[in-house]
């Protein structure tokens, strides 16, 4: 079964390898290509391309329409009518071009014919730099050498060497790379000093060339093997004395060393004849990493160098510390009896370590007092303690390895900068790189010669006064004025700088800001309040973050404008530090909305603008500024107005100057002057009709309740019988009664009461009026103490009024009848009947009048006289109104009622 299996395959690989044959064959079935001279051609010949088409292979519909075309590559550079196609190629590139002839029937597609392929190439070049080499002692022959250019052809370089006894080794290869060979035999040290022979030779189908012969010994081209097993030994542990040591091949002769720190990239060499594989180094440095290789030759003038041998990489041992730390301090006082004082050092390098700094011993000693003395162990490189205020101190610092401690470094506290001559004039800093910041002075004046050292101290500005990272700081002699701190300086970090100088146990500095490079800060301040004080405002805003300011900060900037205005805004520019995180203006306006908003500046630019706050300035004065001038005020208003003669003066004043919209209450005659003063007429018929005003309207009349009338005393007989026909009504217009009327505040509804008198006629006799019942009445108007009082001291007798017509009078055309000469002392002179459209306003009748006398009570004669009733002076009416209804007469509207306004007063 096996073999049936076996038989299959190979049958199919026949069938597999016959039709790729026939394929072959058949690639040219219609015509052929030839080229002449060559299918291989060096640069620049030129050669002809022929095609012919085999028989019965033309077109199958017209013969005569043949045409045969030639293509280089895709491009077409040749076409031919007829069976031949010939063309001659010039300018071939090197390398190989592909020909092809096709024929074209007609309009048909093209039908390939065959093609060839033509190879540009050169001779080539002479081999150089012939050179053989043996690895090792046992090691094989390896020639190398140089090609030259690139023939673009295929290339056979071949190797022979001869030697001794005609002996002859031969090796080839056709890579393209092809320039080295490894004829695989190894040369013995039998006879060293036996010549060879090497030769190579280049061939192709241009030409060939063959390098220079090179002769050479077994000694000039065998090469020892690198050095092996590498180990260092320390006596002692100790760096003082290290043997080195290594195996190589028996025969080598000299060696060499380099070793290196592993943080240096310079070597130490060190050359060792017959070192035999060992060799004492003396000038290791103690705890440090080395890094050592070893090379060996086998004669001092003949042959190569081994390899270098792979590196040994170990450390030293340790050793005691010599170097001494750099120190420095701050000192910031707590309170009146405390301070806080910090020290600083750096690490001491590798070289001064020479070991592993295990901890620190740091000790602070009180110079005077009770000679206190502070010690303590650490393993960082700051320390804090907090000592009292008022004693002087001094510290010393030292470290320490597996073997032992480094000198102490002693340093005085003292005040680093405090106020005096001998503070550094005009620092400034530049940057100088961006990694690099040079900081320059001026010596302190006068005190110049007093320095002793200068310290330069510089550490990462903290917005807002935050906590400060330790500082950074070098010395400096006195004579320098400047320093270049390029330590742990980033770019677009802002830092503070101080400049101390040092004078024995006192010291004095200068600050100021500097980076080495910026730009605009990304973002602005962020104002977080706003708050109104003293007629001004004080803005308070946060820091911008440090990772935002982009370098140190110059000046901030506030703006402000008023809210929706396209004006531009006003600014102001304070520099930094100056008000940390505040700032009053006072130039804004009470009462004004305005947008606020700020920016931070740095040497490069403007930031963008912060958040918005929006805040309007109220421009409330202080206490002391209304409360004294109002008191002032109110005292001379109060003295001004007790004495009656100014209020009158003012009430009338203030009373002209009103404009008459402001009237809104309307004037009562029946309260004026002459009706407080004189007695009611005798036989009077009292007819009640109230009319009740509302604000805004044009009359609203309503008769008020009869019984707030009350009785007193009897009243005297109506001289004329009641009458009960239409009463005779007088029209006042309301619009001047609200106009003429000075309107003060928006009074109560004021009610009108009117108080009709019936008269007899010619005879002098009352009759009795028809009164209300017992307990209802009508109120009296307002009048004051004084008037009251003169009233009812002295009543004035009745006396009965008369009228030509014999017809009802009204009470209002009576109450403005007196005559100049009657006066309050004599109200016996006579009554003048004024016409019917006349009313005076000297006065007005309230709603809260005492009630009229009772008709219970005895009625006199005819020649008796009235007795007066007293006035009750009343601010608010002790009960409400009511509607009466009179037994004579009709109630008195407003439509009818005219009131005169030239005699009004106050």
């Known amino acids: 079964m096996a073999c049936t299996v076996r038989g299959c395959l190979l049958a199919l690989i026949f069938i597999i390898m016959s039709l790729l044959v026939k394929a072959k064959i058949d690639v040219c079935k219609r015509g052929d290509v030839t080229v002449t001279p060559n299918h291989v051609i060096s640069l620049g010949s030129a050669v002809n391309i022929s095609c012919s088409l085999k028989p019965k292979q033309d077109c199958s519909r017209c013969s005569r329409c043949?045409?045969?075309?030639?293509?280089?590559?895709?491009?077409?550079?040749?076409?031919?009518?007829g069976r031949s196609l010939s063309s001659q190629v010039t300018g071939l590139p090197l390398g190989t071009t592909l020909f092809v002839c096709k024929l074209a029937c007609g309009s048909s597609d093209e039908i390939r014919i065959c093609g060839a392929e033509i190879s540009v190439g050169v001779v080539p070049e002479q081999p150089q730099n012939l050179s053989c080499v043996q690895k090792g002692e046992r090691g094989t022959v390896t020639c190398i050498w140089d090609r030259g250019r690139d023939t673009h052809l295929y290339t056979v370089y071949a190797l022979q060497l001869n030697g001794p006894k005609n002996l002859t080794w031969q090796k080839q290869c056709s890579d393209h790379d092809c320039d080295r060979l490894d004829l695989g035999i190894s040369l013995t040290p039998e006879s060293p000093d036996s010549g060879y022979t090497a030769k190579v030779t280049a061939i192709n189908s241009l030409g060939s060339a063959s390098s220079f012969p090179s002769t050479f010994t077994w000694l000039d081209i065998v090469r020892p093997l690198p050095p092996w097993d590498i180990r260092i030994k320390c006596v002692n542990a100790s760096v003082s004395r290290c043997i080195l040591q290594w195996r190589d091949e028996g025969l080598a002769l000299l060696n060499r060393l380099r070793?290196?720190?592993?943080?240096?990239?310079?070597?130490?060499?060190?050359?060792?004849?017959?070192a035999r594989g060992r060799y004492d180094l003396l000038d290791l440095k103690p705890f440090t990493e080395y890094e050592f290789q070893i090379s060996s030759k086998l004669h001092l003038s003949k042959g190569s160098w081994s390899n270098w041998s792979e590196p040994l990489r170990t450390q030293t041992p340790e050793e005691e510390p010599t170097g001494m730390l750099d120190v420095w301090y701050t000192k910031q006082p707590i309170d009146y009896n405390r301070q806080r004082i910090?020290?600083?050092?750096?690490?001491l390098s590798v070289s001064e370590a020479r070991g592993k700094i295990l901890h620190y011993r740091v000790s602070l000693q009180e110079v005077a007092g009770e000679e206190a003395t502070l010690q303590n162990i650490t393993e960082h490189t700051s320390w804090t303690w907090v000592v009292s205020g008022t004693g002087t101190w001094a510290a010393a610092v030292s470290a320490e390895n597996s073997k032992g401690s480094s000198p102490p470094t002693h340093i005085n506290i003292s005040d680093l900068c405090g106020a005096g001559p001998l503070a550094p004039l005009q620092v400034s800093p530049a940057a100088e790189s961006t990694d690099s910041i040079t900081v320059s002075w001026e010596p302190p004046g006068g005190a110049a010669p007093a320095?002793?050292?200068?310290?330069?101290?510089?550490?990462?500005?903290?917005?807002?006064?935050?906590?400060?990272?330790?500082?950074?700081?070098?010395?400096?002699?006195?004579t320098n004025v400047s320093a270049l701190i390029a330590e742990n300086i980033k770019p677009y970090t802002c830092y503070e700088i101080r400049v101390h100088a040092l004078s024995g146990d006192r010291g004095r500095c200068s600050s100021t800001r500097g980076n080495s490079k910026h730009k605009a800060p990304l973002s602005g301040p962020h104002i977080n309040a706003i708050t109104e004080e003293k007629g001004s405002i004080l803005i308070s805003w946060d820091e911008i973050p440090a990772q935002e300011q982009m370098g140190c900060i110059l000046h901030y900037r506030i703006y402000w404008r008023e809210r929706d205005s396209d004006s531009q805004p006003r600014?102001?520019?304070?520099?930094?530090?100056?008000?940390p995180n505040s700032h009053p203006i006072d130039s804004l306006r009470p009462r004004v909305t305005y947008v606020l908003w700020m920016t931070a500046l740095t040497a490069a630019g403007e930031s963008p603008r912060g958040n918005q706050r929006e805040f309007c300035?109220?421009?409330?004065?202080?206490?002391?500024?209304?409360?004294?001038?109002?008191?002032?005020i109110a005292v001379i208003t109060v003295g001004i107005f007790s004495v009656r003669y100014f209020r009158q003066k003012v009430f009338a004043l203030l009373s002209a100057l009103r404009t008459q919209w402001c009237s809104r209450e309307i004037p009562d005659p029946a309260n004026s002057t002459w009706a407080k003063k004189y007695l009611l007429v005798e036989a009077l018929c009292p007819l009640l009709t109230s009319t009740h005003f509302k604000r805004n309207e044009k009359a609203s009349i309503l008769a008020t309740d009869s019984s707030k009338f009350k009785r007193s005393e009897a009243l005297p007989q109506c001289s004329r019988p009641c009458v009960n026909t239409e009463q005779e009504k007088?029209?006042?217009?309301?619009?001047?009664?609200?106009?003429?009327?000075?309107?003060?505040?928006?009074?109560?509804p004021l009610v009108i009461s009117e108080v009709l008198h019936q008269v007899t006629s010619g005879f002098g006799h009352p009759h009795r009026p028809n009164w209300p019942e017992k307990g209802r009445g009508v109120q009296s108007h307002y009048t004051s103490e004084e008037d009251t009082g003169s009233s009812a001291s002295s009543p004035p007798p009745p006396r009965a009024l008369t009228a030509e017509t014999g017809q009802l009078v009204n009470l209002y055309k009576v109450l403005g009848g007196r005559?100049?000469?009657?006066?309050?002392?004599?109200?016996?002179?006579?009554?003048?009947?004024?016409p019917v459209d006349y009313l005076p306003t000297e006065g007005y009748l309230p709603s809260n009048m005492d009630y009229l006398p009772s008709h219970e009570a005895a009625v006199t004669g005819p020649g008796e006289a009235l007795e007066p009733q007293p006035i009750a002076l009343s601010i608010f009416p002790s009960s409400p109104l009511h509607p009466l209804t009179f037994s004579c007469g009709e109630k008195l509207t407003l439509d009818r009622l005219r009131m005169g306004c030239g005699s009004l007063m106050l």
């Open 451 to 478: 320095v002793q050292e200068y310290v330069v101290e510089w550490a990462e500005h903290q917005p807002g006064g935050g906590t400060q990272a330790p500082p950074h700081w070098l010395w400096s002699p006195p």
């Open 617 to 632: 300035q109220q421009g409330r004065a202080s206490w002391s500024t209304f409360v004294a001038p109002s008191i002032c």
């Open 66 to 81: 043949n045409k045969l075309i030639l293509y280089k590559f895709d491009r077409r550079i040749h076409f031919q009518q």
């Open 819 to 834: 005559s100049p000469d009657s006066k309050p002392g004599n109200p016996a002179g006579p009554l003048t009947v004024l």
């Open 342 to 347: 910090s020290l600083f050092w750096k690490n």
């Open 730 to 748: 007088t029209q006042l217009p309301l619009d001047r009664v609200l106009t003429d009327w000075p309107r003060l505040e928006e009074p109560e």
């Open 259 to 274: 070793y290196r720190a592993s943080n240096s990239r310079s070597w130490n060499m060190v050359n060792a004849t017959n």
């Open 571 to 579: 600014f102001c520019e304070l520099p930094y530090g100056v008000s």
